[in-house]
């Protein structure tokens, strides 16, 4: 039987800056309604596939719970095959963690609440969408508007002149994208958080620039009944020699200001040695495309505004070790100067340093798919019609195109479902996207269905499928309520707008709920 922990202990390690991983297995549309501050959403079907790079170190303590559904004990055995020694389920699930704790809405939500706090401390500036709309229209105004986001979401819908330059980036560029100190410079993102962080990251910095947020970012622009822009490819360009360095200047007496701490590469060796009994993450924060160019060895891409914004996508360790690279000295640091904030154990490689191709971190979890029930496109073709295809891909994928005949499956709830499929003689396929998260379910599938009918997985997935040049088609046949991912009302540009309402006015009553709570260790530093 695995072993358990308390509510209140669980809670302990957090203010104690303790490591530990709390692992929510629902799907994620459960997870955004419901779940602690510090919890990440693993799915119990994914575990093979997410839980090593979020958690990789094998020894680190690990806590697993549901909501009553039973995935937390299922759970278990798969955790510890991938090779994890400290393991224990949360006693009483979620509902005896809500009596002691507060629990939360939506994704991302220590960042959306820190956001909240930066601007309650330090007063950010901002304009409402109609003001905003007045000086952009305004022929004789000296304005420039940077959209925080990714770049695929500013592409989605933007703010009118607006240019891509992602939080990570802001600093970095800024002096590029903006030359004059007499322009006024709005800061915008989808809804709060990143326009906050963003217009703060460029106050605190020092530039001589009025800087200001678009409040409530495009949900506002919208919900005044603005129009947006589609489509746009704008980008800031990288910076010249001369803003760079302007750009270092800044970050440099701002980094010193907060406390941050540069390494060298012989102290990046020594947290390596440690990485056996001290989770450490190695963050590649530049862009994305300067990372696919080249990279040291180890470190991992992580964006410098979306590390901030959403540190558990990368980060699956609460107490953990992290360590910063870039190769400018301004991305890294302001990343960093975040993060702080935010509680964590940050250190930035210094720029100048050089990350020997010998570093050597300890055994990370690894997961080789079963050899056994694998089949390729050419034996799938070949199977009787009487095959039935279960796609396990997350339901937005699925919508968008899948095997031709194949069911929309829930993984957490696979050995459920299966029973509603009419029984033929024919095997069970399963696939995903790339075929891991089929490989990874299969035992499950077979639990339930013993020898009654072959259970059987898409060698490379879906993927495959495709790339042998077949067709897809977006008929949609469920045999789970498609519950897996949450509906982010600030993405995309059909969201109703109570949805949008709500959002914003659930954002700002984060403050009231982190001080109820007791555990997020924050801490804004005011700027100079």
């Known amino acids: 039987m695995a072993k358990s922990i308390t509510a209140r202990d669980l809670r302990r390690h957090w203010v104690n800056k303790q490591e530990i991983a709390l692992l929510d297995v629902r799907e994620e549309g459960p997870y955004a309604e419901s779940h602690p501050l510090f919890a990440i959403s693993v799915p119990i079907s994914e575990i093979e596939?997410?839980?090593?790079?979020?958690?990789?170190?094998?020894?680190?303590?690990?806590?697993?719970?549901?909501?009553?559904?039973?995935?937390?004990?299922?759970?278990?055995?798969?955790?510890?095959?991938?090779?994890?020694?400290?393991?224990?389920?949360?006693?009483?699930?979620?509902?005896?963690?809500?009596?002691?704790?507060?629990?939360?809405?939506?994704?991302?939500?220590?960042?959306?609440?820190?956001?909240e706090l930066v601007e309650a401390i330090n007063h950010t500036p901002s304009l409402s969408a109609r003001d905003a709309k007045k000086i952009l229209e305004d022929s004789a105004s000296d304005v420039a508007v940077l959209d925080a986001r990714r770049f695929e979401e500013y592409s989605t819908m933007s703010i009118p002149r607006g240019r891509s330059c992602p939080g990570g980036e802001l600093l970095y560029r800024f002096f590029e994208a903006v030359p004059s100190p007499k322009t006024t410079v709005v800061v915008n993102c989808a809804g709060r958080t990143r326009s906050i962080v963003g217009t703060q990251t460029l106050i605190n910095s020092g530039v001589p620039n009025k800087v200001v947020a678009l409040r409530n970012g495009t949900i506002g622009w919208t919900l005044e009944g603005l129009e947006l822009d589609t489509k746009k490819a704008e980008r800031v360009a990288q910076p010249s020699t001369e803003a760079s360095q302007r750009a270092r200047e800044h970050a440099t007496a701002w980094a010193e200001h907060v406390g941050v701490t540069l390494i060298d590469a012989d102290q990046l060796e020594r947290f390596a040695a440690e990485s056996d009994t001290r989770t450490l993450y190695l963050l590649d924060v530049r862009d994305p495309e300067e990372y696919a160019l080249g990279h040291p060895v180890h470190f991992i891409n992580a964006p410098g505004g979306q590390l901030v914004q959403a540190t558990e996508e990368w980060v699956g360790v609460r107490g953990a070790r992290l360590?910063?690279?870039?190769?400018?000295?301004?991305?890294?640091?302001?990343?960093?100067s975040w993060l702080v904030q935010l509680g964590w154990e940050v250190y930035v490689l210094d720029q100048r340093s050089?990350?020997?191709?010998?570093?050597?971190?300890?055994?990370?979890?690894?997961?080789?798919?079963?050899?056994?029930?694998?089949?390729?496109?050419?034996?799938?073709?070949?199977?009787?019609?009487?095959?039935?295809?279960?796609?396990?891909?997350?339901?937005?994928?699925?919508?968008?195109?899948?095997?031709?005949?194949?069911?929309?499956?829930?993984?957490?709830?696979l050995a459920r479902d299966l029973k509603s499929i009419s029984p033929t003689d024919g095997p069970i396929v399963l696939t995903s996207p790339d075929g891991r998260v089929a490989a990874g379910n299969i035992e499950e599938a077979r639990k339930l269905v013993g020898t009654a009918r072959k259970i059987l997985y898409l060698e490379g997935g879906t993927a495959a499928w495709v790339a042998a040049g077949h067709p897809l088609e977006t008929e949609g046949r469920y045999l789970s309520e498609p519950i897996d991912v949450y509906k982010r009302p600030y993405e995309g540009t059909n969201n109703a707008r109570e949805a949008m309402q709500g959002y914003l006015d659930w954002e700002y009553g984060l403050i009231a709920q982190l001080a109820n709570d007791g555990v997020a260790g924050f801490h804004v530093v005011r700027k100079r």
């Open 323 to 336: 360590v910063l690279y870039d190769t400018d000295g301004v991305r890294a640091r302001m990343t960093a």
């Open 354 to 413: 050089t990350v020997p191709d010998s570093l050597s971190v300890s055994a990370t979890p690894s997961w080789i798919p079963p050899k056994g029930g694998v089949i390729t496109i050419e034996e799938f073709q070949s199977l009787k019609d009487t095959k039935t295809v279960i796609d396990l891909a997350r339901s937005p994928a699925y919508r968008k195109g899948h095997i031709p005949g194949a069911w929309f499956a829930s993984g957490p709830e």
């Open 49 to 115: 596939g997410k839980l090593p790079a979020l958690v990789p170190r094998l020894s680190a303590p690990i806590v697993v719970y549901d909501d009553g559904e039973g995935y937390a004990e299922r759970a278990i055995p798969r955790i510890l095959a991938l090779g994890y020694s400290d393991v224990a389920i949360l006693d009483g699930g979620l509902s005896a963690y809500a009596l002691v704790g507060e629990v939360y809405r939506d994704v991302g939500v220590p960042s959306k609440a820190f956001g």
